[in-house]
């Protein structure tokens, strides 16, 4: 099997339909802030920082400045950690909690369209593709 063209033909594909819907929509959870709160909302809705920064492959400063103006806007709340003075410990509040739900609900819906309109055995087969490639990580690099 040529993986070279077949790669050709996924890139020209994806360059020429950018704007998939449902795609653009999965993609909003993972950038940014909306990254952040839903970290924290698959984490128990607490986590520190520099793990943050390791699971969303987030400079530390970036993931500070994320926090700051989450903090600002009464999405999270950040305080020391009881067992080490040292750490913060960063968790959602109610309307950080809030604003997760809304948008997961809402990506739920679209995302639920998106494969019924592939079909039963399409669908599976997307979400084993999806899966396994997560699990693959980053091995190709």
Known sequence: MD???LAIQLIDMR?????IKME????????????ALNYLAANGNRAYPKDMSKALMLT????AAMLKSLEGQDMITRTPDPSDN?????CLTEKGITLVEERRTGMIHSVAKMLEALG?????A???????????GDIWR
């Not at 530390?60 to 993931?63: E, G, I, Q």
């Open 60 to 63: 530390t400063a970036r993931v």
């Open 120 to 124: 039963e055995e399409d669908a599976k």
């Open 24 to 35: 653009r929509t999965m993609s909003q959870i993972a950038r940014g802030e909306v990254l």
């Open 3 to 5: 993986y070279t063209e």
């Open 126 to 136: 997307y979400v084993r593709i999806q899966a396994k490639l997560i699990e693959l």
């Open 86 to 90: 040292r750490q913060v410990i960063v």
């Open 15 to 19: 360059a020429s339909a950018p704007q």
